[in-house]
C-alpha cells in the first residue's frame, strides 16, 4: 500500500536538512507542518530552552514534537525517531546507484534517524488516503538524541497514553529488535598537584600526571566483563616541558547493562584516584553524571509478539533479538514506565561517512510500521 516514489522523495527532502544536534529547527519545521496537514494533534515543547540554558546554546532548536491521533482499533502505540544527525553532517549529498542511497563519502547520509521519520509520515498518509481502521497513534519525534538522548530527558512522558513503543533507530537487516541497552555515565577527573620547576627545584611539586599515571595503572579498562565497558577518552594539563604540571583533567565514559554496579565502578574509580591523589599530597576533584538509564524488556513481552507476528505476516521472517552497548531514546522511554523496544530501518554504517540504506528496506519498514499501527 505504501507510495514508494513519494516515499523516496521524502527521505530525500529529509536528508537534504542540516540538522547537526541542537540545530533541527529547518527539519523540524517541515516534519511539523507535514503531520499537521494530516490532522494529528501536535504539540512542541520548550526543552530546547531548558537544553540551551544547560549547553550554554545561543541558536537552538524549539523543542521535542508530540503528535497524536485517535483510533478506531484496541490498541495504543507509541512511535519514535529523531531529528538529528552527528558530523560531519552539514551540505549532505545524496547518491542513488543501485538501489542505494548514500553520500559522496564527505558527510553522513543521516538515515540514521531520517529513515524513521520518513516511514512514520508516510505510514500515516497511506492511512489517510486508503481509510484504513489503525489503533490509537502517538509520535515522539525528539532533538538532540545522538549527545545521550538529551531531548528525551526532559520530555514530558505524562503525555504518554500507550504502553507500548517502537523505536524506529537501529541498523542493520530487518527484523533486528533491540530489547537490552545499558546505563552510560560520563565522568570528568581533575587532579590538582603543584607546580616547580622541573630543573631547580623538582621535589617541591607535586605531579599531576605522576598521579594519573598510577591511577590508571591500577584500573581495568575496556571491556570489564560481558555486561560493562570503561572507557577513558580525552585528558589534557600541563603548561611545559620544564615544569612540574599541577593540573590534569580527564573524561571518560562507563556503558553497563547493569546501573548499579555502573554506579558502583564509578565509586571504585574514585576512590583508586582519591588514594593515589594523597599519596603525592595532591587532590582530585570528581563530577559524573547518569546520561542515559538501562533497560531491559521480557523476551516474552507483548510489544515483542507483536512485532514478531507482524514480521512474519510481511514474509520478512522471525524477529532478531540483540543487546545493544548503544543508548537510544528508548532509554528514557522505559524509564518512563513505557515498554519499548528498538527496531531496524534498514540503515547501515550510521555515525560514518560510508552510511548508507536500501530503498527495498526503506519500503519495507514503512509496510512494518503502517502493520504496526493498523493490527
Not at 520548550?46 to 550554554?56: C, F, K, R, T, Y
Not at 523476551?299 to 537510544?328: A, H, M, P, Q
Request: glycine content about 8%; proline content about 2%.
Amino acid at each position: 500500500m505504501i507510495n514508494e516514489e513519494r516515499l523516496l522523495n521524502l527521505f530525500l527532502k529529509l536528508q537534504s536538512f542540516d540538522s547537526l544536534s541542537f540545530h533541527e529547527n529547518e527539519i523540524l519545521d517541515y516534519v511539523y507542518n507535514n503531520l499537521k496537514e494530516l490532522g494529528l494533534y501536535l504539540e512542541i515543547d520548550n526543552v530546547g530552552d531548558i537544553l540551551a540554558n544547560e549547553n550554554n546554546l545561543e541558536n537552538h532548536s524549539k523543542g521535542n514534537i508530540y503528535a497524536y491521533l485517535k483510533g478506531s482499533l484496541d490498541d495504543s502505540i507509541l512511535f519514535s525517531s529523531h531529528l538529528d544527525t552527528v558530523s560531519p553532517g552539514i551540505g549532505k549529498k545524496s547518491i542513488i546507484s543501485d538501489g542505494i542511497i548514500k553520500t559522496d563519502g564527505k558527510t553522513v547520509l543521516g538515515a540514521d534517524d531520517i529513515a524513521g521519520i520518513a516511514s512514520i509520515i508516510e505510514t500515516l498518509r497511506t492511512i489517510k488516503e486508503k481509510g484504513l481502521k489503525h489503533n490509537d497513534i502517538e509520535l515522539l519525534i525528539t532533538i538532540a538524541e545522538e549527545p545521550y538522548c538529551q531531548g528525551s530527558r526532559y520530555f514530558d512522558f505524562s503525555k504518554i497514553k500507550s504502553n507500548k513503543a517502537y523505536v524506529l533507530d537501529l541498523d542493520g537487516k530487518l527484523g533486528r529488535c533491540a530489547i537490552k541497552a545499558p546505563s552510560i555515565i560520563s565522568f570528568t577527573i581533575e587532579i590538582f598537584g603543584r607546580s616547580a620547576h622541573a630543573g631547580f627545584s623538582p621535589e617541591d611539586g607535586i605531579n599531576a600526571i605522576t598521579i594519573l599515571g598510577n591511577a590508571l595503572s591500577r584500573i581495568k579498562v575496556g571491556r570489564i566483563d560481558e555486561n560493562t565497558t570503561l572507557n577513558f577518552g580525552k585528558l589534557y594539563g600541563g603548561e611545559q616541558r620544564n615544569s612540574i604540571p599541577d593540573y590534569v583533567n580527564i573524561i571518560g565514559e562507563i556503558r553497563s547493562l547493569n546501573s548499579n554496579f555502573a554506579l558502583k565502578l564509578m565509586d571504585d574509580i574514585t576512590k583508586v584516584f582519591n588514594e593515589e591523589a594523597k599519596a603525592y599530597l595532591g587532590s582530585i576533584k570528581v563530577s559524573f553524571k547518569e546520561e542515559i538509564k538501562a533497560y531491559s524488556v521480557s523476551k516474552d513481552s507483548n510489544t515483542i509478539k507483536k512485532y514478531n507476528e507482524v514480521l512474519n505476516e510481511l514474509g520478512i521472517g522471525d524477529i532478531e533479538l540483540i543487546t545493544t552497548f548503544g543508548g537510544s531514546d528508548n532509554n528514557n522511554i522505559n524509564k518512563n514506565g513505557i515498554e519499548g523496544i528498538v527496531i531496524s530501518n534498514g540503515m547501515n554504517k550510521p555515525h560514518t561517512v560510508d552510511e548508507y540504506i536500501k530503498i527495498d528496506d526503506l519500503n519495507k519498514t514503512s509496510e512494518i510500521v503502517l502493520k504496526l499501527m493498523t493490527k
